[in-house]
């Protein structure tokens, strides 16, 4: 992706170089485990792609290698080609399969009926790309209404009952697990896989985990106390005055060592506050 134009007024231009530099060097498969994403490699697919996104981020809280081993065992459920099995299995299949499975709180009923709800949302709308495209040109654009569209289709029974298996962002909340997958669909380079085209890079926010929390506090770019909507929003405002085509460019890369024992987030916290004290009033800047 080639680089954006910034000016160097203030430092900015030597904050985006340093982070390009974290890019170029972490942003490789190679530094991905332990990270759910890696579960989606093995899709070609995109229909099995964003089921297997969206049974990734349905069960993406907890540790890491434990998200893997969880969303792992739905997947092999549905075999090499999710979107093919769940055309075919129906409610009880899904409650059999999944009998026993645990994620902490998600139980395998939970994920029996979220596949149920994936299962009818496709027959729908074929894609659940398409689902996604309709809230998001209902809601003028925003990606918040996309993704609570698709979430109450995926989610919503007949008798009036919510699956709590994912967030509704629509309850501002940070809602990290669906802005994840969709970062997930819609960016492509050598870690998100891509396939999604309803939006642009641009229009993404951050999937604000405590790692991303703590370093743009630490850094100024957001001075609030508590992980909301609000917060995502500056945060993203905050990445986006540096790169506007592709904000959560350096989502990954900052993440890993927040994760990853063997990156070292003290030095990563001291270098990039020493960048950022050469700008000026840094969150007037940045946000």
């Known amino acids: 992706m080639k680089a954006v134009s910034v000016k160097t007024q203030n430092g900015t231009g030597k904050l985006l170089k340093w982070l390009e530099g974290l890019y170029e060097k972490y942003n490789r498969r ?12 093995a899709y070609g697919d995109v229909r099995d792609r964003e089921i297997a996104g969206i049974v990734a981020a349905a069960l993406a809280y907890g540790r890491a290698a434990l998200i893997i081993k969880s969303a792992g065992s739905v997947l092999d459920v549905l075999g090499p080609s999710p979107a093919a099995s769940l055309s075919e299995m129906t409610d009880a299949e899904l409650m059999r399969s999944l009998k026993g499975f645990r994620h902490r709180f998600t139980t395998g009923y939970d994920m029996a009926m979220l596949l149920s709800g994936i299962r009818k949302t496709l027959g729908r709308y074929e894609t659940l790309e398409a689902c996604f495209a309709e809230g998001l040109e209902k809601g003028r654009g925003s990606v918040t209404a996309g993704l609570s569209h698709l979430r109450n289709a995926l989610c919503s029974w007949e008798d ?23 970062k997930w669909m819609v960016r492509s380079d050598d870690v998100d896989p891509g396939g999604w085209k309803a ?20 850094w100024g770019m957001t001075n ?6 609000k917060t995502v929003q500056e945060v993203t405002r905050a990445f ?27 030095q990563l916290l001291k270098e990039g506050s020493f960048l950022l004290t050469g700008l000026q009033k840094p969150r007037d800047h940045l946000v």
Request: contains cysteine.
């Open 224 to 229: 609030r106390k508590s992980a909301d909507i």
């Open 240 to 266: 986006a005055a540096l790169r506007p085509d592709d904000p959560l460019r350096y989502d990954f890369v900052l993440t890993r060592f927040g994760i990853r024992s063997d990156m070292d987030k003290g």
């Open 30 to 41: 190679e530094y991905v485990h332990p990270d759910p994403v890696e579960l989606l490699y």
């Open 160 to 182: 009036g009952k919510v699956n709590a298996a994912l967030p509704d962002p629509g309850k501002g909340s940070a809602c990290k697990r669906l802005y994840l997958f969709l």
């Open 199 to 218: 939006v642009d890079p641009s229009r993404l926010l951050i999937p604000l985990d405590t790692h991303m929390f703590s370093m743009t506090r630490e």
